[in-house]
């Protein structure tokens, strides 16, 4: 009996099928984009829709939605003449999580710490009250509530700057001057 010898597919095929299902996988790869892009892509354009005059934003790669500068110029209140630099970084798990925000310039105020961090219960991710971050939430209520930081939602009994806030408390004036020098020091426009 003579023995059968399966036949191979030719090298060549097996290669261009490789080829072909490599260029496929780097096709859906590139085109698949994650539930954050998609939700960004959105958000960002109605968050540049209503900006402010006192707000603006860059985008360092514009390619890359989820990391952008948030600048705010304050137009009244102690910080009024300063220009304030803020990162924010949208993590892939947004919006069910809130996006981080940094603060770069360097500023004397009881909701912004000395390294950078910033205390708005609007980021938090899990809050005693309904003011928390919540999938609800978008991009222009976090620039809307940078922005109000230095206004309206400046708050001196929930501080994350113990030192500002119990300096406002004793010396409105001295707390005045200081917040005035660290804004000619190191945040003018």
Request: proline share 6%.
């Amino acid at each position: 009996a003579e023995a059968t010898v399966p036949k191979l597919a030719a090298p060549d095929k097996m290669i261009t099928l490789k080829m072909k299902q490599a260029k496929k996988n780097q096709e859906t790869s590139t085109k698949r984009l994650s539930i954050r892009d998609k939700l960004l892509v959105k958000e960002v354009q109605e968050m540049e829709e209503l900006l402010t005059e006192t707000c603006e934003v860059t985008f360092p790669d514009p390619s890359c939605l989820h990391q952008f500068i948030l600048t705010v110029t304050p137009d009244s209140g102690y910080w009024q003449g300063g220009r304030f630099r803020f990162i924010v970084s949208v993590p892939e798990e947004y919006n069910i999580v809130p996006p981080k925000v940094l603060c770069q310039t360097q500023l004397y105020h009881p909701n912004i710490n000395e390294t950078g961090e910033v205390c708005l219960s609007l980021l938090r991710e899990s809050s005693y009250d309904s003011m928390g971050w919540a999938p609800t939430r978008k991009l222009k209520d976090v620039v809307w509530g940078l922005n109000s930081l230095f206004t309206d939602l400046l708050n001196f009994d929930d501080p994350l700057n113990v030192e500002a806030a119990e300096h406002y408390a004793k010396d409105k004036e001295s707390f005045k001057l200081k917040v005035r020098d660290f804004v000619q020091r190191y945040a003018k426009r």
